[in-house]
């Protein structure tokens, strides 16, 4: 027994249509498996600069050990089969990554020249420091 189809209903749009139910339900899965995660990390940072002592410049290497972030985790990545591609095969590739990021301006209140410590010197430099992390599309 055959069911007669409606005439606005094409072959087309309904392959669409379950590919997209496919696509987003296979996406809220994903999400729900993903482990990116912001954590914190203290880390020794060590700068060489030239800077001005009792009227001349004097190279000096500043440090601090300040607190920073990294992204760490694990994001659902999955290979379909399709026949919607040429290659036979949709990828779905997915890192965790960086999401924003903020500048900031560290000062490094030891500085050393020639290994003794320079009283009353102190650098600075600018860092770059995440604030979130999350899963994204891979690039190559």
Do not use: W
Request: aromatic share 2%; hydrophobic share 35%.
């Amino acid at each position: 027994m055959t069911h007669p189809r409606p005439d606005n209903v094409t072959l087309s749009s309904v392959t669409l249509v379950l590919t997209l139910t496919l696509t987003l339900t296979l996406q809220l899965v994903a999400s729900q498996n993903d482990n990116c995660q912001l954590i914190h990390v203290r880390e020794n940072i060590v700068k060489e600069m030239t800077l001005s002592h009792s009227n001349r410049n004097v190279l000096v290497s500043c440090t601090a050990e300040i607190d920073l972030h990294k992204c760490e985790g694990y994001c659902q990545s999955q290979v379909l089969p399709t026949v919607l591609r040429r290659t036979g095969f949709r990828m779905d590739c997915r890192c965790c990554r960086e999401g924003s990021v903020q500048t900031r301006t560290v000062v490094l209140p030891q500085c050393y020249h020639n290994g003794e410590l320079m009283e009353g010197l102190e650098g600075t430099v600018e860092v770059t420091d995440l604030l979130s992390c999350d899963c994204f599309a891979c690039t190559n």
